[in-house]
Every structure is written in structure tokens, then in C-alpha cells.
């Protein structure tokens, strides 16, 4: 049996006086995993606990089986990070910086040095390598991040924020890539990000945080495969003879306050059955949204439930 | 993760032992030292003072060189304990320079971009990355104290009658001891201030401070209080009284010592004291992230 990547139990960090992580519970066991919330929520302390960087002060947090705390070397072999930050040695020629950071992960002087220029053709920064990594561009420099966390090979990627500063062109190629070194190996991804797109794109679980609390753990692939589709209806007339019809077709409907029916239909009802339904019962459709559930709706469901204030699911 | 096939392949290769991995730092650092040209030349001018102690020595033992020169045996130093303190100290003042320029850059500039979180997030401790920039000057100092200095014990002893080496081989306790408390004590200090300062020329200055303004400070608590243990901040002059004990002299080449002033044990005291309160700070300034108290 495989570990799960990432088990959070009972986890809570303290950074001086005030506590940032409060008892956080969970299992992720997906290959990538998004983890979003709000500024500050506490993303970036969970990545720098799960590095090591941060020591819990109760719980535990283990990636692929290995504690943290205890097995923190161990866990750190595995791992490739881009940090959020501007991280470089700015004198040092793009190539060279990889290299020198692949030799640190253990890989000899020789193999380094091959790795670090695969890496930087690899993520379109083959004609900047021999530049100072200090003249690059933002968004280069953010290439050059994901170049030195990929060198050496990982069997975990922690990319965070890894889309900051970066035009949307740049952003593209960058969330092309990351899907494209999560599709070519084994290699397990965790992404943290305030922007939805980046994880809808690159993630198959996400793990919502809000004010150092678990707001929501959700898998994205059984949602997609769930595949809800969504209508918001505004109607006036007999709803609920209009909502038992639908019921009777395998809708299930929620009906709110001022003729508002949200209606999930399977995939075998068509919106025409609707529109023919209204119609037989004398209803007006005065207004109709139809969509799927997006990570948006996740993410905001998330956020106004007060429900999940005590960090478990 | 082939160039010509631009995809991303995971790494099977063999690895590096751990236990060396700091020494890549070592070498990263040097290679970019060997860079400087001004580097260059205090390195060579940092062993110049070598070749004429050897000179000296050759002449010393050399009868034939001393006719020549028209030089009497009387008119030459003894190539004794007092001549080895005289190296030593010459030695370990180049050692001081070479580290006020070598030392400041060393952690800084890893730090001005916020590079402390990639080597951290690597199988590599704070401890390893201390080490790996505490060989740098543990081996440039060394190259130009003790090294040296025991090169030159070899040349005398190599020149001098037969008995000469095994009545003074005791010395080479003393050079290697006292120079590498002041190496560790040197690096560690310039290490410290590197995490700390970022700017090289102040980073320099500060160093320059930490030797000279507690020494100045120390000798006004001697004035006002009739005491000596004010020289404890005298880094130098502790230094040198090590020295001086460790070679069983009374006076060197930049004065005579007091050994009753202070204990030499105090001296001791005084310089591991100052190691370890750069290693505290070293240990507070060394962190992949900040924690801000609050």
C-alpha cells in the first residue's frame, strides 16, 4: 500500500506568540495537489512545515510517510521546492546556479552540470543560461526557480505561488509545463496558489485553507467525473408542481425565496425538458444560469461555511 | 529530461555521500574566489613573508652562504622558538587580512537574494552550510599560518644538526594550536558579521571594529579601574599571550607580554567565548525563514 502524499494530524505551528496552523486533520492521496486560500491563510507556513522549516508545536504533518520533524533530511531528498520568494544568487550565471544546487542535492559534479542544462532548455531559458540570474526578468527568474527544483530529479515538486509576476502568455507555458512534468513521470505535485485557474489546471485535490483551518479537502477528479451540471433558475408561477415535475425527471431541486430553484440535472435530462415542463405547468422562466460546478464554487462554498471552523472535515 | 527531446525525465543516477555535500559549497566558493585578481595578490602577498623566513633559515644553517655574504654566526638570529613566534605572528596578521576581505562576502551573498531557503530545503542542514563556508577560510588561513609555518619547521629541521628536530618538536603543538584558535576565531567572527551585513566594504569595517573598539574600550577599564583584565577584549593581545605561552617566550615581535597580567587560561576563555557567540548569531541569523515575534 502506497502512503498518501501528504497526512496532516492534529497539526498546529506557532511562529513567536501567535498560533498560524490550528490543528489541521486531513489525508491528500492524490498525485497533485492545490492548495489554496486566502493571504494568509497559512499556505506557505504548511510548505515550510512539511520542509522542515517550521517545527510543529502539537501534531504531526508527514510527506510520502516521512515526518516532517523527525524525518526532515529524509523528506527534503525527495523534494524539489520553488519558493514564493525572489530566491537566486544573483552574480552566478543561470547554468551555473543549477548546477550548483543539483550538486547540494547529491548529484556529481558531472551529472549536475548535464541535469542543470537540460533543466534550463527544458523550461525555455536555454539561450539566457550563461546570463547572471540577477538580469533576468521576473518572469525568467521564476523559470529559473523551477529550473534548480527540477535538476535534481524529485520525487515531490513544492511549487509556491509559482505564477507570481508572470504575464498571462508566461503563465500559460508555465502551468503548460508544470502539467507537462506531472503527465511525463511519477513525480508528486504540490502547488500553492491564490489563483483558482493555476490549481483547477495543474491539481487533482485541493486542500482549502482559511485563517490557519481547514476550510475544505476536495478531489477534483471525482468532482469532474461527478460532472453536476448546474441550472440557477428564476422563476414565477406554481414552483412546486414545476419542482416535482423535474423530480419526476431525476432533477434534484432546491428551491430558495423569490421563485430562485437551483436545479442539478443528470446527464440524461436536456434543458429543452425544462423549458417543456415550465411550460405545461404555467411557469415563467424569467431568468436561467446554467453551468457546472466550478472550483470557483468550491472555493467560495468553502469560504462562507463556518461550519469547518474547528480544522476537520 | 534530454535536451534534444525537451522532456522531463526523473533522475536515477548514482548520488553523493551527504557527509561531503558541504564541501560543494567549499569549492563553489573558491572557484568564484580564484576569480578575483586583488584576491590573487593578497593571497601571494599573504605567503611573500614565507620565502624570506626560508631564506633566512637557509642562510642560518648555511656556512659556506654566511662567508660569501661576510656574515658572522653572532650577527644572525637563532633559528630558535622565539624565530617560530616571529612567523607565526607575521603570519597570522596576513591571515587577518586575508580573512577582512575573503570572510564578508561569503554568506552575504546568499542571503541578499533570499537563496538560504534552496540550500535548506535540500538534504542540508544549517549545520553543513556553516561548515561548508567555515572550510573556506579554515583552508585559505590555514594555507598561510600553520601550513607554511610547518614547511618551515621541516626546512629547518632538515638543515639543522641532527638533534635540533627532536629537541623542538614540541613546537608543533603551539603552531598548529594557537593558529587554529585564531582561524576559527577569525572565520566564525567574519562569518557572522557576512550574515549580517551585506555591503563588503562595511561588513570589512565591521570587522575591523570588532577587533579594534572593544580593545579600546578595554584598556580605558584598565585606565579607570587599575586593573588588566580589561585586555580580555583585546582580541590580538590574547592572541598573542597564547602564543607567547605556547612557545615558552616573554616577547615577540610586537612587544613584550605580560603572563602575569592575565591567566592564559582567561585567554582561552575569552577567544572560545567569542567563537561561540558568533555561533549563536550565526545560528539566529541562519534561519530558511523568518519568524517574526509578535
Known amino acids: 500500500m502506497t502512503n498518501p502524499t501528504i497526512e496532516l494530524d492534529g497539526l498546529e505551528v506557532q511562529l513567536g506568540n501567535r498560533t498560524i496552523l490550528h490543528g489541521l486533520t486531513g489525508v491528500l492521496k492524490s498525485r497533485a495537489i492545490g492548495l489554496l486560500g486566502p493571504n494568509g491563510a497559512g499556505k506557505s507556513t504548511l510548505i515550510n512545515t512539511l520542509l522542515g ?97 527540477i535538476a535534481h530529479g524529485p520525487k515531490v515538486l513544492i511549487l509556491d505561488e509559482p505564477t507570481n509576476g508572470m504575464d498571462p502568455p508566461a503563465r500559460k507555458r508555465l502551468i503548460e509545463l508544470i502539467r507537462e512534468i506531472r503527465e511525463a513521470s511519477d513525480i508528486c505535485l504540490l502547488l500553492s496558489s491564490h489563483l483558482l485557474r493555476d490549481v483547477e489546471e495543474t491539481c487533482d485535490e485541493v486542500l482549502i485553507l482559511r485563517d490557519g483551518k481547514i476550510a475544505s479537502i476536495c478531489n477534483l477528479v471525482e468532482e469532474r467525473r461527478a460532472n453536476r451540471k448546474f441550472l440557477e433558475l428564476e422563476t414565477f408561477g406554481a414552483e412546486a408542481s414545476f419542482t416535482s415535475s423535474l423530480e419526476n425527471l431525476g432533477c434534484e431541486c432546491a428551491v430558495f425565496s423569490n421563485g430562485r430553484i437551483k436545479v442539478v440535472m443528470p446527464d440524461t435530462v436536456e434543458i429543452r425538458e425544462v423549458f417543456k415542463v415550465a411550460a405545461d405547468r404555467g411557469v415563467q422562466i424569467r431568468r436561467m444560469n446554467h453551468r457546472r460546478d466550478s472550483l470557483e464554487d468550491i472555493f467560495l462554498n468553502a469560504m462562507e461555511q463556518t461550519g469547518a471552523a474547528d480544522g476537520r472535515i | 529530461m534530454a535536451v534534444y527531446k525537451r522532456r522531463y525525465n526523473s533522475y536515477t543516477g548514482s548520488l553523493t555521500s551527504e557527509w561531503s555535500r558541504f564541501f560543494v559549497l567549499t569549492r563553489y566558493a573558491f572557484a568564484d574566489l580564484f576569480k578575483s585578481r586583488f584576491f590573487v595578490l593578497l593571497l601571494i602577498f599573504s605567503i611573500i613573508p614565507c620565502l624570506f623566513f626560508a631564506g633566512y633559515i637557509f642562510i642560518a644553517n648555511n656556512k659556506t652562504v654566511q662567508l660569501l655574504m661576510q656574515l658572522r654566526s653572532a650577527d644572525l638570529f637563532n633559528v630558535e622558538s622565539q624565530y617560530f613566534m616571529i612567523i607565526l605572528t607575521v603570519q597570522t596578521q596576513a591571515a587577518f587580512l586575508l580573512n577582512c576581505w575573503v570572510g564578508p562576502v561569503l554568506i552575504s551573498g546568499d542571503l541578499t537574494n533570499g537563496a538560504l531557503p534552496l540550500f535548506l530545503s535540500r538534504p542540508f542542514s544549517r549545520a553543513d552550510y556553516v561548515l561548508g563556508k567555515l572550510a573556506v577560510l579554515g583552508l585559505l588561513l590555514s594555507a598561510v599560518t600553520w601550513i607554511p609555518c610547518l614547511l618551515l619547521f621541516s626546512l629547518q ?41 551585506k555591503l563588503r566594504i562595511v561588513a570589512t569595517g565591521v570587522i575591523f571594529i570588532t577587533f579594534f573598539i572593544p580593545a579600546g574600550f578595554g584598556e580605558m577599564f584598565n585606565a579607570i579601574m587599575g586593573t588588566y583584565w580589561g585586555r580580555l577584549l583585546n582580541f590580538s593581545y590574547m592572541f598573542r599571550l597564547i602564543v607567547a605561552s605556547g612557545f615558552r617566550e616573554r616577547s615577540g615581535l610586537l612587544g613584550s607580554i605580560g603572563w602575569n597580567e592575565i591567566p592564559v587560561a582567561a585567554a582561552w576563555g575569552a577567544m572560545i567565548f567569542v567563537c561561540l557567540l558568533s555561533l549563536v548569531i550565526l545560528n539566529a541569523r541562519l534561519r530558511a525563514r523568518e519568524t517574526v515575534r509578535g
Open chain 2, 157 to 197: 629541521s632538515g638543515l639543522a644538526s641532527n638533534g635540533w628536530v627532536w629537541s623542538h618538536l614540541w613546537m608543533i603543538v603551539p603552531i598548529v594550536l594557537c593558529s587554529a584558535i585564531w582561524i576559527l576565531m577569525l572565520s566564525l567572527i567574519s562569518l557572522a558579521v557576512s550574515a549580517w551585513v
Open chain 1, 53 to 149: 522549516f517550521h517545527s510543529p508545536s502539537k501534531g504531526s504533518a508527514r510527506m510520502l510517510g516521512l515526518d516532517s520533524h523527525t524525518s526532515g533530511k529524509a523528506l527534503r531528498s525527495l523534494v524539489g521546492y520553488m519558493p514564493e520568494n525572489d530566491a537566486f544568487i544573483s552574480k552566478m550565471s543561470g547554468v551555473r546556479f543549477v548546477r550548483y544546487m543539483a550538486e547540494i542535492s547529491g548529484l556529481p559534479a558531472d551529472q549536475a552540470m548535464e541535469r542543470a542544462h537540460e533543466a534550463f532548455v527544458y523550461v525555455g531559458l536555454g539561450e539566457a543560461r550563461y546570463r547572471p540570474v540577477g538580469t533576468y526578468s521576473l518572469g525568467m527568474k521564476q523559470l529559473a526557480k523551477l529550473a534548480q527544483a
